[in-house]
């Protein structure tokens, strides 16, 4: 009997143990999801957490939701603009850099028919009462030329359109591209989606082909594109359009660009190559080599839509020429 009564007394210190163990676990979890749920109505409360990991862990999440339905748009022949939405309806400000996508500050709608077509842009959203900036890259199809510096000396100089932001991608001319399109009903649906008379470049000198866009920009001068007998400093404004066999299905398509003309390089105003330069790191290209988003700043692209516009903007582009 003494033996069994031991026995008895140690089973119940042991079960009493166990008992104590799991009611502290129990006080403990209840406790910690009491802590959870206060915070969580203290963040919904205030809109603020003084947290920065849970700051960052909520801006995460709402950067995920961030997102359009495609990353190419093409223009397309619509009774009304083509208007592209977030895929999800957020709450915050909305921006893109650089200028020239027409983008509504508050709720990013991106407005494809009004914007800059051939240029890759950075769209920026930052989520209400944050001051965190989520990023998307959004192209918007067609052509660029490149802002540069072409001497013609032993060289006959050739502008090659680059498409899609991507130098490495030649345009979608599958079924036929038309560079310099004019005033003529080629698609057979009467003159509303033709360019307006006397806008082509070629017959204004420029050299270019109209199966690819490229110029010959030697002849162009001597074929009288900036004048018989330039002087330095010489410059002009040309309207480009044309129709892609993309998934844009020919629709119009335009691009503005200007052509200097300097007897030298030396010729060319410092403030000139400045503005050149300025214009150049503007252009994001599709090419793995530049616009990766940590290397352009939040408070550079955010500002530069914020105000409106920068005083030098990407369009139109600048092809400058010099004899030597």
Do not use: E, V
């Given at each position: 009997m003494h033996l069994f009564a031991n026995f008895k007394n140690k089973l119940m210190k042991r079960y009493l143990f166990i008992f104590s163990c799991l009611a502290t676990t129990a006080l403990l979890v209840l406790a910690c999801n009491k802590e959870t749920a206060y915070r969580a109505t203290q963040l919904n409360n205030t809109g603020n957490n003084s947290n920065p990991s849970a700051t960052s862990l909520t801006t995460t999440s709402i950067c995920d939701q961030f997102a359009y339905p495609d990353t190419i748009f093409f223009p397309a022949e619509l009774p009304n603009d083509y208007i592209v939405k977030p895929v999800k309806a957020l709450s915050g400000t909305f921006g893109a850099f650089p200028d020239g996508l027409k983008?509504?500050?508050?709720?990013g709608n991106i407005d494809i028919t009004e914007s800059e077509t051939g240029l890759r842009y950075i769209v920026w959203f930052v989520p209400a009462n944050t001051t965190d900036t989520c990023k998307k890259f959004i192209t918007v199809s067609g052509i660029n030329f490149t802002d540069s510096i072409y001497v013609l000396a032993n060289n006959p100089g050739i502008a090659t359109p680059v498409y899609n932001a991507n130098p490495l991608t030649a345009p979608d001319c599958s079924s036929g591209c038309e560079f310099d399109d004019g005033h003529d009903d080629d698609d057979g649906d009467g003159f509303a989606d033709e360019p307006v008379k006397g806008q082509q470049v070629i017959p204004q000198g420029i050299a270019m082909s109209k199966s690819t866009g490229a110029i010959n920009l030697k002849?162009?001068?001597?074929?009288?594109?900036?004048?018989?007998?330039?002087?330095?400093?010489?410059?002009?404004?040309?309207?480009?359009?044309?129709?892609?066999?993309d998934k844009s299905a020919k629709t119009l398509n335009k691009i503005a660009f200007r052509l200097y003309f300097y007897k030298t390089k030396a010729d060319i105003p410092a403030s000139l190559k400045r503005e050149l330069a300025t214009k150049q790191s503007q252009v994001l290209l599709d090419d793995d080599s530049s616009a990766d988003d940590h290397k352009i700043s939040s408070t550079t692209s955010s500002t530069t839509a914020r105000q409106g516009a920068g005083e030098i903007k990407c369009r139109p582009p600048y092809i400058i020429v010099t004899q030597q």
């Open positions: 983008i509504n500050s508050l709720n002849k162009s001068l001597l074929n009288g594109a900036l004048g018989a007998n330039p002087a330095s400093g010489t410059y002009k404004d040309f309207q480009l359009n044309y129709r892609i066999s």
